[in-house]
């Protein structure tokens, strides 16, 4: 159970990040669709809203589309919370709590918005590795990651460090 608390904290916390971050950028720095401030020469802030999903897919170019994303988005993260009630081991946690806060925070933007506010520019010259993206984009990626690799990598470990410590599997 406090693992499932810490998970809460840090999707709480990752949430308040990410909409600190974007009232920074749209009301603090003023910036308006388009506008790029240079912090870096490979980082700068560049503000766009995006009426689709990862990658620009299903664009919300209509209410019923955009309501449709609100509702879907909000399932995916309840399914995330669900399966964070019932996981038991902090690596799951903790990507599941990356998820679920980066899923709210844009979830939070297309409800009251219409769309996702984006800012966060990487380049290298002119090449982008990402498309822009914010906070919560980055957190619902790395949790991603972190799920993927401990399914792919630490389950089977701990599979088969459970079967040689399980009585009996010397015999078999």
Known sequence: ???RLAGF??????F????????YVTQTLAMQRGDVVELLPFFDFRLTYNFGISLG?????????RWLLVGVTSLIALVVTIWMLRE????????????LGGALGN??????????????DLHFGEFRPFLIFNIADAAITIGV????????????????????????AAES
């Open 88 to 99: 038991r081991l902090l690596g799951e946690i903790l990507g599941l709590a990356l998820i």
């Open 57 to 65: 897919m299903f664009q919300a170019d209509s209410m019923e589309m």
């Open 9 to 14: 904290a840090v999707a709480i916390a990752l």
């Open 107 to 120: 979830i939070r933007d297309r409800y009251e918005l219409g769309y996702v506010v984006d800012y966060a």
């Open 145 to 168: 990651l972190i799920i993927l690799a401990r399914a792919f990598f630490l389950r089977d470990k701990e599979e088969t460090s459970e079967t040689e410590t399980a009585p009996g």
């Open 1 to 3: 159970m406090k693992y």
């Open 16 to 23: 308040l990040a990410d909409q600190a971050m974007k009232h």
